[in-house]
């Protein structure tokens, strides 16, 4: 029987997930079996089914894995499931994806099996490593030398492709330090929309962790075509700005106003 235990972060929502509001505080669960988890994605799905889309707050569950932060939040009366890696590995496209519960415990479960296999062994256990008795020091030497040089090889990589912006119609920028991105990410949080909110406008949330939500106006104010994109603060000629992972800027007008793929939003909350 498996003993995998899980941390959990709610948010509006009640220890359980069968109620949502401003009433609930945000709660971390520290020790939460599979079945636990089971049992809570089965009554979050169950909420979402009968959620209004414009609910506020929204109710959102996540956890922490090394990869990064994944979040599950309702859209349009369904599971959302979206991850976005750690700062070192933002470059890589995110979207959120519709998942049923259990879709949820697959990748739950195998981003637990990830993060096991990244653990280090314990003190005194030995990796069977079995060498051929007819191989050389000289062989030895020459295999490790060439594993070196290609380690170092796809490090520098790595950071290259991470470091240098994909080619786009964007202006020449670079990502801003770590410190400098959560600050700016702080500074332009909160919710904005176009014009005054009818139908066919559109609607924004920037969150302080970089995940944005966009979405249009439809009749009497409901939400629909919700999207879902992180950013990351960058350093342009003319002053800073937020990249988006489909390489959308944004730039801070004034602290009331932000333009977006050339549309204007302004502030209407925090």
């Known amino acids: 029987m498996s003993t995998a235990r899980y941390q959990v972060f709610l948010h509006a929502l009640a220890p359980d997930a069968t109620d949502t509001g401003s009433k609930y505080a945000d709660t ?3 020790v ?3 079945e636990q988890l089971r049992q809570l994605f089965t009554a979050f799905a169950n909420l979402a089914a009968r959620l209004s889309p414009t609910v506020t707050p929204r ?3 996540r956890m922490q894995f090394p990869a990064g932060l994944a979040m599950i939040a309702p859209v349009e009366g369904k599971l959302y499931y979206v991850s976005w890696g750690s700062k070192a590995s933002w470059g890589s496209k995110v979207a959120g994806i519709e998942v049923s519960v259990d879709d949820l415990m697959g990748i739950i479960a195998k981003a637990a099996v990830t993060a096991e296999t990244l653990k280090p062994a314990r003190a005194g256990s030995r ?8 191989a050389t020091d000289t062989r030895k030497f020459v295999t490790i030398a060439l594993l070196g040089v290609a380690i170092v090889a796809m490090n520098v990589a790595t ?3 991470l470091l240098k912006p994909a080619r786009t119609i964007l202006p020449p920028y670079v990502f801003l330090p770590e410190a400098e991105s959560d600050a700016l990410m702080k500074q332009v949080a909160g919710v904005y929309q176009t014009g ?21 106006y439809g009749k009497n104010r409901t939400m629909r075509r ?8 960058a350093r342009l000629v003319d002053g800073v700005a937020v990249i988006t992972n489909e390489y959308g800027l944004l730039r801070l007008k004034d602290p009331s106003t932000v333009t977006v793929y050339g549309d204007t939003y302004r502030r209407i909350g925090n």
């Not at 909110?197 to 966009?214: M, P, Q, V």
């Open 28 to 30: 971390t669960l520290a």
């Open 32 to 34: 939460v079996s599979e």
């Open 127 to 134: 990796a069977a490593a079995p060498e051929r008795k007819a």
């Open 59 to 61: 109710p959102e569950i």
């Open 226 to 233: 919700e999207r879902l994109q992180t950013a990351r603060g």
């Open 159 to 161: 950071v290259w492709m």
């Open 196 to 216: 005054t909110g009818a139908a066919g406008d559109r609607h924004l949330e920037i969150e302080k962790l970089g995940l944005l939500r966009f979405a249009v």
